[in-house]
């Protein structure tokens, strides 16, 4: 028996130092090759211990991701054009997940969806490279969100407000305008109001054209934001992988200065396209198709996005990271898969209607098949006071309108409520690049609400905002300094808006 034991643990020891001896890296551990190459992905084996997410090199530069492992091969998914790929290439592990580059540099460049620029520039001199897909904050590191986040529309800021760290989802089908709110939210977000500082901006374009991502970035670029913008570009040009992973990556470079205490606004656009593209890489990858061929997890994969948004307590700095996810709906079906997925994540919707858009009023916003879950407790209180009724009197308008239409004879109080009521449609209009201060929206509301509108030309509305806006900044600036610092709308604030207002009017006759 001690011969026997003496020659066991000598064969144990032997394979200790055979082990200890072997190099940290082995071939068939760290080197693969591509068995399958596809739109978008392909397939390699002779990996032992990939991890998900991780980062894999190809030859020529071409890097991709792991997103199906199985015991004998996995599914990468492409950063770049297959056709630079050929069965049996090699591919290399990195031991890295996808990141991107963070820090200040990135304001005011146009990247990629790797953090890599595309505006011609400098190579970006980055304060740290981040993982594109981090845990969204836990809930004790959240505040609630009170804080406005003012447009400078007053269809929004009046009856749908929007709070710093909100998730508000702009919905409606193709070319409404929905980006061009998005972009006038960026504009006024980064102008500041009293009552909340400037924050920074994030554009995630999504599967766009290049020329509508130009005329957003010409658009930041005139009125002079391009410098406090990070512009994320995955167009429809480029790789699906690309497309798929750019949400995640302008979201991770948008954390970076949420944590530092910025206020920041990301805009995705858009959704639909997000969603469409990771359905096409999931079917390519023979993953099993659910509801209308999107995988099981498409739920997941926007509200994992989408959570990251939040505002943050004091303690951690005090940022705030808002959201504005755009969505594509067809002949205004709101209740489509991806729809209904995004709105049930987020926490209201803002829609834009094509009866709206074809009458010709803009911005296209139907109030009252909009929400703001968040509603009064992220608006000013002399908000509050002017438009806590704008929402239910202007769906009474509407319903008397339609009855009005049948030819029943009017009593003289339904007709001046009629009247009333196209008044505040009219007001309720704005030009693409018009942003008003929460004071002058107030007293443009608060003028038509009290009537001084009234008996007025539709076609002198125009003329007579701009008139009580110059009005209210020259004869109201202590009361508008006073709304605009968050303090309640008192007699005194009330009687210098309408002073104001009147005096306006008067001019113009």
Not at 89 to 94: D, L, M, Q, W
Not at 252 to 280: N, P, Q
Not at 353 to 382: C, M, N, W, Y
Request: charged letters at 25%; one cysteine or more.
């Amino acid at each position: 028996m001690a011969v026997l034991s003496g020659i066991v643990q000598e064969i144990f020891s032997g394979l200790d130092r055979g082990l200890r001896k072997r190099p940290p890296s082995i071939r068939s551990e760290q080197v693969g090759s591509v068995t399958r190459v596809g739109a978008g992905i392909a397939e390699v084996e002779g990996f032992t211990e990939l991890g998900a997410d991780e980062l894999v090199a190809f030859p020529r530069g071409l890097m991709g991701a792991a997103a199906n492992i199985s015991t004998d091969r996995a599914g990468i998914i492409l950063f770049g054009e297959s056709q630079m790929l050929h069965l049996g290439a090699e591919v290399r592990r990195t031991g890295r997940v996808v990141e991107t580059p963070v820090g200040p540099n990135m304001l005011g460049r146009i990247v990629d969806a790797l953090g890599r620029p595309r505006d011609g520039g400098r190579a970006i001199r980055e304060a740290d490279h981040w993982p594109v897909e981090r845990p969204a904050p836990a809930i004790l590191d959240r505040v609630a969100v009170d804080v406005p986040m003012h447009t400078g529309i007053k269809a929004i800021d009046a009856a749908i407000p929007i709070g710093r760290g909100q998730r508000e989802l702009i919905i409606g089908d193709r070319q409404i305008g929905k980006t061009a709110i998005a972009v006038s939210a960026m504009l006024n977000h980064q102008s500041g109001t009293a009552d909340s500082r400037p924050g920074l901006c994030v554009y995630c374009a999504v599967g766009q054209r290049a020329a509508g991502v130009a005329r957003v970035i010409e658009t930041l670029r005139r009125e002079g934001a391009l410098s406090r913008t990070v512009v994320v570009v995955a167009g429809s040009e480029d790789a699906p992988g690309l497309q798929y992973i750019a949400p995640y990556t302008a979201t991770s470079i948008a954390e970076w200065f949420m944590e530092r205490g910025e206020d920041v606004l990301i805009v995705y656009d858009d959704l639909t396209r997000h969603a469409r593209t990771y359905r096409e890489l999931s079917l390519l990858l023979r993953r099993p198709p659910g509801r209308e061929a999107y995988p099981g997890d498409i739920f997941y994969i926007h509200s994992r996005l989408l959570e990251r948004a939040t505002h943050l307590r004091e303690g951690l700095g005090g940022g705030s990271l808002t959201a504005l996810p755009i969505i594509e709906t067809q002949a205004q079906n709101i209740s489509a898969f991806i729809p209904t997925n995004l709105i049930s994540i987020t926490d209201g919707q803002i829609y834009l209607s094509p009866e709206l858009f074809e009458k010709g009023h803009l911005p296209a916003i139907d109030i009252t098949r909009s929400v703001s879950r968040v509603g009064a407790k992220a608006q000013l209180p002399a908000f509050r006071s002017v438009a806590a009724d704008l929402r239910l009197s202007f769906s009474q308008f509407e319903e008397l309108e339609v009855f009005s239409r049948f030819g029943t004879r009017l009593d003289e109080d339904t007709r001046k409520k009629l009247d009333r009521g196209r008044l505040i449609r009219e007001v309720l209009k704005q030009r693409e690049h018009e942003r008003l201060s929460p004071s002058e929206q107030i007293a443009i509301l608060l003028a038509a609400g009290k009537g001084l509108l009234d008996g007025s030309s539709l076609d002198r509305i125009r003329d007579a905002e701009r008139a009580i806006c110059e009005r209210v900044r020259l004869d109201a600036s202590e009361a508008s300094q006073r709304i605009d610092n968050g303090q309640n709308l008192g007699d005194t604030e009330r009687e210098a808006l309408l002073h104001a207002a009147n005096t306006a009017l008067a001019g113009l006759t």
